[in-house]
């Protein structure tokens, strides 16, 4: 389904909590990194998954992209389509990319699930002139799209998968590797790329995390190496209202390595159950 320049699925009983999917941003990205999310979670939810601007099926205007880009998308979808008080639930970059939001829209937004968020150590620098530099040579014709096609080539996305984004390597089959080649090729896609690689969408969070109202789960994988576990301590203690899970065995993306684990320690806490005891999850 799609509405305007934004693609998105929903799933879920109309007049259940709604709760909106945000994936990361890297080459190839889109709402397929909640695969193993979607379903369970609309059992108790009423589900929204979106592919941002630039990824997977929605529209990938030839434009720059800022660090505002992610959070005014999610704050007019919370406010135009789903049309009530809504839990986020952000992964990586774009968990550091929503924080703004819910803090300037806090009526609008419930309980936050920041999976590895950047921030604190990890993407939190402006880019500068080499980041500069970088960004024009993706911008520019021939060399920028060979620099894209290198980054999203099947051993490009092989590696990323590989030593990134899985621990198990044995999860990044051909079927997996073909679902981010074939939307890393889509039309317009390098645009969105070519920002993050470059360090255009870099977002730092000190002197705004503490501000955020909402009550926050902390999803960690063990592992995780772009966002390594000791980053998790500044969130834990730069806000009273942040709780972690560390989900054992799995690095940039828990909620898909343990899927199971992950989707229970999410409904619980979006419920306001008690949680699992604090520390590793996802045996």
């Excluded at 999976?115 to 060399?143: E, K, N, Q």
Aim: proline share 5%; net charge positive; with cysteine.
């Amino acid at each position: 389904m799609a509405r305007g320049e934004l693609a998105y699925a929903v799933a879920g009983e109309a007049g259940a909590p709604p709760v909106l999917l945000v994936h990361g941003v890297y080459a190839g990205a889109s709402s397929f990194e909640f695969r193993r999310n979607f379903e369970a979670l609309s059992r108790d939810f009423r589900v929204y998954a979106i592919d941002l601007l630039g990824c997977g099926a929605s529209e990938r205007p030839e434009r720059g992209y800022g660090p505002d880009d992610v959070a005014e998308q999610v704050e007019g979808f919370a406010r135009d389509v789903i049309g009530a008080r809504t839990h986020l639930v952000a992964s990586s970059l774009s968990a550091a990319l929503i924080v703004p939001v819910a803090v300037r829209s806090p009526r609008l937004f419930g309980r936050l699930v920041l999976i590895c968020p950047t921030g604190f150590g990890s993407l939190d620098r402006p880019s500068g002139r080499l980041g500069d530099a970088i960004h024009a040579s993706f911008r520019a014709p021939v060399i920028g799209d060979g620099l894209y096609n290198a980054i999203v080539s099947k051993a490009g996305i092989r590696y990323y998968l590989g030593r990134i984004a899985y621990h198990d390597g044995g999860l990044v089959d051909e079927d997996l590797v073909w679902d981010y080649y074939r939307t890393g090729h889509q039309p317009g896609a390098k645009h969105l790329a070519a920002a993050f690689v470059s360090g255009k969408l870099n977002f730092g969070l000190k002197g705004l995390w503490s501000r955020v109202p909402q009550k926050t789960l902390l999803a960690w994988g063990q592992e995780a190496r772009t966002t390594p576990l000791r980053q998790a301590e500044v969130f834990t203690r730069g806000n009273p209202r942040a709780e972690l899970r560390v989900f054992r065995d799995a690095a940039l993306l828990p909620h898909d390595e343990r899927a199971e684990a992950f989707n229970e320690e999410v409904r619980r806490f979006l419920l306001g159950g008690k949680a699992a005891k604090a520390g590793q999850v996802g045996a």
